[in-house]
């Protein structure tokens, strides 16, 4: 036959391909208790060192004497750390050596490589925190096809003509490459590793075919082996994929991302890390804020399976020799088409169909041209070769419209003026072939609708695209044919954004089709983005754990893995798993264009921990990988990671103006509404944040700053609290207890406000503005107005202990203020009573009740609840504030040796550090009026005149005059005992 029929072509199955490459990993670790640790993890050596927080290190590779070396210089660790790792074996480095640099405290670790085939990776972890250089060999495992040419990517025919390796030249083989010590890696189809036998397994690293004799080739299941490209051969710890044997209509070219980490078994679990437990998921994790900027992925948009086949399975062109002029033409037609010679063989077709226009060979001709022309467009997307394609092929079905081609030959003009984008030309084409009474009921027809439906999807017509897929799955006997339609209807759905319809059709479509789920990863993709856009975050979790262990090595692989990372973070995980999902992208993705979103957000993670110098080469860093990424709004979403490293760094001036700057060049942008959000929702955080830290001279600076643009008219509850808690500091209590009231208002009618970020702190509690009230009306001297508010406080349990004590606190003053101190005593004794174990809290509670017990005349049992406190880990300021009660309390009571020893601690700069510092002129005055008192003069005389330059001169002076009158006094005595008249006088 000249060519294949196109039945032949349309039902043509490939026979099913598959490979697994196992890694088996095995893991050794020493010192495991060390700072310092070395493991072999899988064909990965791991250098290991924990300890620090904030890791300021540098790695270096160099060559001397033929030897290649890496030189990490790192700060901390101490030398003998390193002794117990310095002669450990292994096949990546010969040799440690640890070399001390006294000047700035670091080490220097030298690694002297056992190859320069072996490449370093060098990465931090932040829980626990870790430092890591890996190791490993960087080699490209390549085959050869049956003429001995190497080609990474190229596919062994399952059906390539081979006789059988025997069994004895297959063992022989085998033990060759036992003893050569060269790993084994499984090639038989669709099994598992486990099951294989030693005949199903064979030498990849090297293997080349012309190694065998021609009597000896592969068995079958080696010929169906797929040729891998690897970048790397590093595979992390229990890393390893199967690729599943595919089905009769699987498409494989979707699948195309060269993993940078070598292959992992989808058998094995090794995504398990990103499950979530139940318990580590927040308990009512909230919806995702609108301020909250995660970039829209594009849709997956699958090519269409049938198609894919169509060009796999070319029309194959043979010409028996006659002894014709006729016949001598058109084999050197067939000559220039094999040379793809296409502008010679167009003239050659032109001349051929003027010089034998009634030839049998015509209708070759003008396919072979087509085809000629087809293929050189695909190569170099010149418009013209297509149009000249298209040409050669009307002319074959206007000439011979009873062709073994006209079918696919029809078909195929549609879906290359789709590949063309020529939306309205393949709808035409498309029609015409749907409309053919040929083709009734066939499945070319079905085809043809099915990109109809496409192009009316493109042509923004969703409604008539939806009718035809509904109307293909209903008509179509084919399941292949109404899977493709079940799934291609989820795709026009996504365009609209009716995600709920998305979540469903997907869904169904799974349901009825399981046995073709595999060949549709934009059903498991779209879908995870249909839930992530409806905030259905658990479900769209699982939905990219699905695609990331179905689709490893898919396009959009990247993109999965990057958003399960996202997702964890939205539902509350760990953070180091969110960080190690984005970690993951890049180890195992490289460089590429679709794992920018996940080094995005690393950076930003990684801002907090950063000097100056290194957080303005990330910032560079970033603003570079932003402009290698072609998705829409990436800048924005690199604005919004860098304004979030700001926040995480505390800086949120900085946080601010980068928002500001990139609204300001781009205030037209898609989604701005989000930057502007973004923007007063940082304006909002920076109060808060300042406002936590005391600074509320700074909270009314910056509200003053924003109030007349960004944010006004749009404060938040937390604003308003803020506010009034500055107010209430200044001792503006009227106006702080306005501002209470606005946030209580809020709060009511606003519990948990769409502008609070992921990075935000909680909204204040009702019962913290309640608090805060009462507090500012007592402070007002409005004790009545203090107790009412106060009674409102009924869920006391949800305020922080802080807060608790405050509330008991303020409770005790105003029993005291109504004079019933043992109920101000009862209070106040509770609260040391159950938070005893948190002695620095209750410091002022037991302040105040100490000095009740004075004011009840009980002196002695408030000095014992201080000392008693005194025993107990407490923080030197507190210990000061207890001392300097215990010495008031003991003045009051007249009890001078209690008050002395208190005030010796006090102003003692061995025993109170804080002394050296601080301003202790009361004190010292008050030590030194003691032993004046007591009449210990020379003691009060040492205590008064160690008054230092910081403390203050009043004190000092007073004492100064108290000791010039005390030596008057003397010196008066003195002289009065001289006198005889004066005898008896004092």
Partial sequence: ???????????????????????????????????????????????????????????????????????????????????????????????????PNAVDGKKQIE???????????????????????????????????NNGETDDTKIIDSQTKTSKLSKNNQTVQLKKMKKSGSRLVGLSQGTNSQDETDEDRLYFKNFRNDEFEEGNKPTSKQIAAIKIKEKSSRNPA???????????????????????????????DQFSRFKLKSFEIKSSYAPRAAVDYFIQYPLLDRPFSFWTKMKENRPEYEIQPENTEENKQIRLIKKLYDKKRTLVLRQTTDWYANKYPKSKYLEMAYAMTADSFVESWEKDNRSQDMDWAQSYYKKLMDNYPQSALFERTSLATGFLDLEKQNYLGALRKFKLHSDNEKFKNKNSKYYADLGMSYCLAKLNKIDDAIKIVDEVEDAAQDPLVKSEAAFRKGDFLMVTEKYMAVKDQYTGAAKKYPQYIQNYPNGVFNKMEALFRLDLNLEAHAAALDFIQSFPRHDYAPYALTRLGELLEILGAPQ?????????????????AKTIVARLHLLSTRMKGMKEIE???TIEKMNELAQKSDLENIEQFKSTMISDGY??????????????????????????????????????????????????????????????????????????FHLGRAYQSAGAYGEALKKYELAELKLSSERSPASISSLDGAMPKMEEVYLSQAQSLFEQNNPQGSEKVLDKIKNPDVLSAPDQIARVNLASHLYEKRGDIDTAIRYLSEVIRVWKSQPDLVADSAIRVAKLWNKAESPQRGIEILDHLLQEKISTQNIRKIYRAKSDI??????????????????????????????????????????????????????????????????????NEKMKSAQWQGEYKKYLKRIPAAVGVQ
């Fill in 890 to 959: 003991a003045i009051e009571a007249k009890l001078s040796d209690i008050a002395i020893n208190s005030l010796t601690y006090i102003v003692n700069p061995q025993a109170n550090p804080v002394a050296a510092n601080q301003d202790m002129a009361r004190e010292k005055y008050q030590l030194g009026e003691l032993y004046f008192e007591k009449g210990e003069m020379k003691k009060a005389e040492d205590t008064w005149s160690s008054f230092a330059d910081k403390d203050d001169k009043f004190w000092s002076q007073l004492a």
């Fill in 111 to 145: 690694f002297t490589l056992s190859s320069n085939k072996v490449e370093t990776f060098d990465y931090l972890t932040d829980y626990p925190s870790k430092l890591i250089v890996d190791f490993y060999y960087n080699e490209k495992f390549k085959t050869a096809d």
């Fill in 238 to 268: 229990n890393d390893y994929l199967r690729v599943d044997d595919f089905q009769s209509a699987n498409n494989s070219s979707d699948e195309k991302v060269d993993l940078k980490a070598g292959l992992f078994n989808g058998d094995s």
């Fill in 1 to 99: 036959m000249l060519f294949h029929s196109l039945m032949t072509l349309f039902l043509k199955s490939h026979a099913a391909i598959t490979y697994i490459i196992i890694s088996l990993c095995y893991t050794k670790a020493w010192s495991s208790d060390s700072p310092v640790q070395l493991k072999t993890q899988g064909d990965t050596l791991s250098f290991e060192l924990t300890g620090q927080n904030d890791w300021n290190y540098d790695l270096k590779r160099s060559v001397e004497k033929n030897q290649t070396k890496v030189l990490l210089t790192v700060k901390g660790i101490e030398s003998d750390n390193y002794d117990r790792i310095k002669n450990i074996k292994n096949p990546f480095i010969t040799g440690i050596k640890v070399i």
């Fill in 647 to 720: 926040v995480r760094r505390k800086e949120f001036d900085q946080a601010i103006k980068t928002l500001l700057s990139f609204y300001q060049n781009s205030p037209s942008k898609k989604n701005s509404e989000q930057v502007t959000n973004r923007i007063k929702n940082s304006i909002h955080n920076y109060i808060q944040f300042l406002s936590e830290n005391g600074k509320h001279k700074d909270v009314l600076k910056v509200y003053k700053q924003y109030a007349d643009n960004w944010i006004r008219k749009q404060e938040r509850a937390d604003t308003f």
């Fill in 576 to 592: 180091e798993k969110a960080v190690g999902a984005y970690l993951e992208t890049h180890f195992r993705y490289g460089d590429s």
């Fill in 615 to 617: 957080l303005k080469t």
